[in-house]
């Protein structure tokens, strides 16, 4: 079964630093984009950017482009998100999901499935 | 950018009854590059259809998407009470794009 496991729930004080991490099995890490989706209190949905962990090639939404980090270490079938100054703002539900394919000559990226169960970071003075 | 724009906001229907949902996009989107999902509270939303109508791995039949070009709508023929949720198309692209979601509530 593929299944994307994510890390537990978060709590932080504006300015923190965090990373929070999304482990895949069941299927070849390596050969599947990762992506990062938010979720904010009662809200939609948002992508915020995608990881290739066979070359840790990464891709980003110009809306969240210099706000995170997302890295991955193929080793143990691992991806990451992470921040270095949390805010307020970045309160909401974090969602990692295998992207069906990416297209790079075209950047045309496709459906997510299956995701993981999600990670809620609260940050709060 | 192709923005997505659901509707209605919320559907209230009875188990039993047909759904219809829709997504329109402000341009046309290439190819049917169409995804549909399901959210239901507290859990990770779940890959329904891509491809505008072809069905994910295990999704019931009930579950159908049409449509190209501006206009996809996602029809579930007789609702199931675990059906009742929150469902949001996405375009495939260079930044893809969810729209803002169609809660189906029981009436």
């Known amino acids: 079964e593929v299944q994307l496991v994510q890390s537990g729930a978060e709590v932080k004080k504006p300015g923190e630093s965090l990373k929070i991490s999304c482990k895949g099995s069941?299927?070849?890490?390596?050969?599947?984009?990762i992506g990062w989706v938010r979720q904010m209190p009662g809200k939609g949905l948002e992508w915020m950017g995608i990881i290739y962990p066979g070359d840790s090639d990464t891709r980003y939404s110009p809306s969240f482009q210099g706000q995170v980090t997302i890295s991955a270490d193929k080793s143990i079938s691992t991806a990451y998100l992470q921040w270095s100054s949390l805010k307020a703002s970045d309160t909401a539900m974090y969602y990692c999901?295998?992207?069906?394919?990416?297209?790079?000559?075209?950047?045309?990226?496709?459906?997510?499935?299956?995701w993981g169960q999600g990670t809620l970071v609260t940050v709060s003075s | 950018e192709i923005v997505l724009t659901q509707s209605p906001g919320t559907l209230s229907l009875s188990p039993g009854e047909r759904a219809t949902l829709s997504c329109r996009a402000s341009q046309s989107v290439s190819s049917s590059y169409l995804a549909w999902y399901q959210q239901k509270p507290g859990q990770a939303p779940r890959l329904l259809i891509y491809g505008a109508s072809s069905r994910a791995t295990g999704i019931p039949d009930r579950f159908s998407g049409s449509g190209s070009g501006t206009d996809f709508t996602l029809t579930i023929s007789r609702l199931e009470p675990e059906d009742f949720a929150v469902y949001y198309c996405?375009?495939?692209?260079?930044?893809?794009?969810f729209g803002g979601g169609t809660k189906v509530e029981i009436k």
């Open positions: 999901a295998r992207l069906a394919y990416y297209d790079i000559l075209t950047g045309m990226l496709a459906w997510f499935d299956p």
């Open positions: 996405q375009q495939y692209g260079s930044s893809p794009f």
């Open positions: 069941g299927y070849s890490f390596t050969s599947y984009w």
